[in-house]
């Protein structure tokens, strides 16, 4: 009887271990673009308060965070974004290791709640990122959370993996026991009042520094930090087509940065790299211990623009997108990643959409915080329903436009 | 040369004056007397003088720290008086001079030292109004021309109050010394230095009033203990006051001030601090000690709204004195071989440790430096100071320190990730 009751007990046991939240639980489930999360922060009123009236501002506030049965305590949270900044309904940044370095949530050190407030449908960023990974480009995991403060419901957010050394170590992975996540990090600052095409802006590090916010390895020289990118910048503007490939692709992964832009092309981004206001929203990383630089996505609210967004839309105004595909090989990559695009989305992307837009749907009209009405959300999502079918034609028309290839039936 | 240095110099010369007027002192004369500092008397008891002073600073520092190498620390100008036997006063105030390294820098008045009014007619209870130090803290209560060192220790700085409005009764009752008093908030070093968060139609909130009392005794010779220890002195100070919502503690900030090592956390509710000091001269000699702790309530202060553990600052020194010269450390010191007579004037060593640390009464789970965390990281600042004061007249003395300052952690230093620094000053006091 007693060894009855010990294997009732073992078996209990056993079974309580393995539907224990935490066990089960990793990034790759907070981030599980399938499901719509739940996330609590419990942060003092005063700080709520204070947080959304400052929310130009970027001061930290300490909060607990809920997340599927999981409480980490004394996080630090600040307001974020540059034109999505709110005070009704702020974008925020969680700093696991704000208040104690040691301190990870899921191996994390830090999330970005997206406020969506840019994007009336609520999935262009997340269905973005999901068809840049398809595409194998380096993109954060994504997918949608409800947000509650203090217990109540603060609207609907995008739940955004940090760009940081974590995920470097993600993409990167190892080599032996050496995470290759010590390289230079950059984020891309978009400078007020002063648009960037690429062009070289001289030998001091000033003008890149201030285009290139440093987010790791900051106690480093100068030199070491922006020096790289003084250089690759220089290189770039000043190498002829015929040395251009062996000079740069040290330094740059040229087939890496072709199939970014081309499939930013293809999501219609207005302002990404070939932005209509110059360069836009990317993260820059310098591998560990090389020369060669990758970009990384970063905030694709705003894509999907329209379906006939031209397919070499301002790919002569960039100096690096111009050189590059001045030389044939990466000309046909761009072509080729855009027919690739194409063939990608068209069994995917319409479902996929229509897929979040049910995930979201009620959390969407129940969020009376955000910046538009419901009709406006249900305007904006047959308007982008829309989208998948037109731009998969339009892309392949234009692409056999451009190659010579024969043109696909549907085009006009 | 910057204004500043200008204005420096000229209270350097105007320093020698006392040095060629001593002796001249009249008490009988009236008018414009030398009496320790320009005076003009107006009848008995009936007087006006003018007092002032500047300390002039040049500085190193290992590893550099941003500090300016050259300050006019503190540069004051006031006058006080007499009016009566019953009643005496003051006025004071500090002279700042812009920044010297800009051209069309200027001196400016600053803030107001002291400002008050005594009524003394009685050793046993006598009144004081207006604006001065409330009564904790032995060394914050010392007047900069008598202290060992070029600057009090941490503890004087960060938890003593300093200055306030307010009004006090102090005298003395045999060997034992009182001081009582209430003010209006809870000293300059604990005004607060950031804006409070109100929401619409909130008024803005302050400290105080604050309550403090300090009793100071001659322990050994109340006790009938005769011989050297006669001049030890002890006594026990406190200080209450409620603090408004927001992060208004006290924090720690380094040596130099160039850095919080920790930052001020939310606090609400009541304020105290507990002190106690021992002072004690034989002969050429001092040793000096004090201790104080302050206690800050954090109801309602967690990310859920809910009461926290109090916050604590915990600050003590030790410190010994030594004239080489001879001179005994009492009040007044009489420089037994003057500068002018051809001595070396008074030579002092001196020698200083120091803590002063912030932390949580909790100390239970994962400590953070969150200023709403239950347990909250401790950080310390252990300081030696070692120094020579070179006592050149009544008015003028030379301060040479070495300071030694070692950070708990290191992640929270004047330059982050550096745990220790040097630091060193040559200070020309001059005080009339």
């Known amino acids: 009887m007693r060894q009855l009751i010990r294997t009732g007990v073992l078996l209990i046991a056993f079974a309580l271990g393995l539907s224990s939240p935490v066990a089960a639980q990793t990034s790759d489930d907070l981030f599980n673009p399938e499901v719509l999360q739940r996330i609590d922060l419990w942060l003092n009123d005063q700080d709520w308060a204070k947080l959304k009236a400052a929310f130009q501002e970027n001061t930290y506030y300490p909060a607990d965070m809920t997340w599927n049965g999981t409480t980490v305590y004394n996080v630090g949270i600040r307001s974020r974004g540059l034109g999505s900044r709110s005070s009704t309904k702020p974008g925020l940044r969680v700093d696991f290791d704000r208040y104690n370095g040691g301190q990870h949530f899921l191996g994390l050190k830090s999330l970005v709640l997206d406020n969506l407030t840019q994007d009336r449908t609520g999935i262009k960023e997340t269905t973005a990122m999901r068809f840049f990974t398809r595409l194998g480009i380096i993109a954060p995991r994504e997918t949608h959370t409800r947000l509650y403060v203090n217990g109540s419901y603060a609207g609907l957010y995008g739940l955004v993996e940090s760009v940081d050394k974590t995920m470097m170590g993600r993409v990167f992975g190892s080599i032996g026991d050496n995470v290759q996540n010590d390289g230079y990090l950059f984020e891309y600052n978009y400078v007020l009042g002063s648009p960037w095409r690429f062009t070289y802006e001289g030998s001091a590090l000033a003008p890149y520094k201030a285009r290139f916010d440093i987010k790791t390895n900051e106690t480093h020289a100068e030199s070491a930090i922006w020096g790289p990118i003084e250089e690759l910048v220089r290189l770039v503007n000043d190498t002829s087509s015929a040395l251009f490939e062996q000079t740069i692709g040290p330094k740059l992964d040229l087939p890496a940065f072709v199939r970014y832009i081309s499939a930013q092309n293809f999501i219609a981004q207005n302002d990404g790299f070939n932005g209509y206001d110059g360069m836009n929203n990317f993260f820059f990383y310098r591998l560990e211990n090389s020369s060669k630089h990758v970009f990384i996505a970063w905030d694709e609210d705003v894509a999907f623009l329209q379906p006939d967004f031209g397919i070499t839309t301002r790919n002569e105004d960039n100096v690096l997108t111009r050189k590059t595909l001045e030389l044939p090989a990466y000309q046909s990559q761009y072509f080729s990643v855009l027919s690739e695009a194409a063939a990608s989305a068209s069994d995917w992307l319409r479902p996929e959409m229509q897929r979040q837009f049910d995930m979201i749907h009620n959390a969407m009209l129940e969020d009376t915080v955000k910046p538009y009405t419901n009709a406006e959300y249900a305007a904006d999502r047959e308007t982008l329903l829309a989208f998948p079918d037109a731009r998969i034609t339009y892309v392949r028309c234009e692409v056999a436009k451009q190659t010579g290839a024969t043109r696909p039936s549907g085009c006009q | ?432």
């Open chain 2, 1 to 432: 040369m910057t204004r500043a240095s200008t204005f420096a110099l000229i209270l350097i010369a105007l320093a020698a004056q006392p040095l060629f007027a001593q002796g001249k002192k009249d008490k009988d004369r009236r008018g414009f007397v030398w009496d320790d500092r320009p005076t003009i008397v107006f009848g008995k008891d009936v007087k006006v003088a003018v007092t002032g002073r500047a300390l002039v600073e040049w500085r190193w520092f290992d590893p550099d720290i941003g500090e300016d190498l050259f300050a006019l620390r503190a540069g004051r100008l006031g006058v006080k008086g007499e009016l009566t036997k019953h009643v005496d006063w003051e006025i004071e105030r500090e002279i700042g001079a812009g920044d010297p390294n800009k051209e069309d820098s200027r001196i400016e008045f600053g803030d107001w030292k002291d400002v008050f009014v005594r009524w003394r007619t009685y050793d046993a209870a006598r009144v004081k109004a207006g604006r001065f130090k409330i009564p904790f803290g032995l060394e914050q209560n010392t007047g900069v021309s008598e202290l060992d060192f070029a600057y009090r220790a941490l503890g004087s700085q960060k938890i003593a109050p300093g200055r306030d409005t307010g009004v006090m009764v102090s005298g003395a009752l045999g060997r034992l010394g009182y001081e009582a008093g209430i003010f209006d908030d809870d000293g300059d070093n604990a005004e607060f230095s950031e804006n409070q968060f109100v929401e619409e139609g909130q008024d803005l909130a302050h400290v105080g009033p604050s309550y403090a009392v300090r009793v100071t005794g001659d322990l050994f010779r109340a006790l009938g203990v005769d011989g050297r220890l006669r001049s030890a002195n002890l006594g026990f100070a406190y200080t209450n006051a409620d603090v408004p919502e927001g992060l208004n503690s006290l924090r720690g900030e380094s040596f130099w001030g160039t850095e919080d090592f920790f930052e001020r956390v939310y606090v609400k509710g009541r304020r105290q601090r507990f002190g106690a000091q021992f002072d004690w001269t034989p002969g050429p000699t001092s040793l000096r000690a004090e201790w104080m702790q302050s206690r800050e309530q954090r109801k309602e202060q967690s990310n859920r709204n809910q009461d926290l553990s109090d916050f604590i600052g915990n600050a003590w020194y030790v410190a010994g004195t030594w004239f080489v010269t001879g001179e005994d450390k009492d009040n007044n010191i009489k420089i037994r071989r003057p500068l002018l007579k051809g001595g070396p004037g008074a030579i002092e060593l001196a020698a200083r440790y120091e803590q002063l640390g912030f932390a949580s009464a909790s100390k239970s789970g994962t400590a953070f430096t969150n200023p709403r965390a239950d347990y909250l990281t401790p950080n310390t600042d252990s300081v030696f100071t070692f120094g020579v004061n070179w006592i050149t007249s009544k008015w003028t003395r030379v301060i040479v320190n070495a300071i030694h300052e070692d950070f708990e952690d290191a992640t929270r230093t004047p330059e982050p990730g550096t745990s220790s620094f040097w630091s060193g000053l040559v200070r020309l006091n001059i005080v009339f």
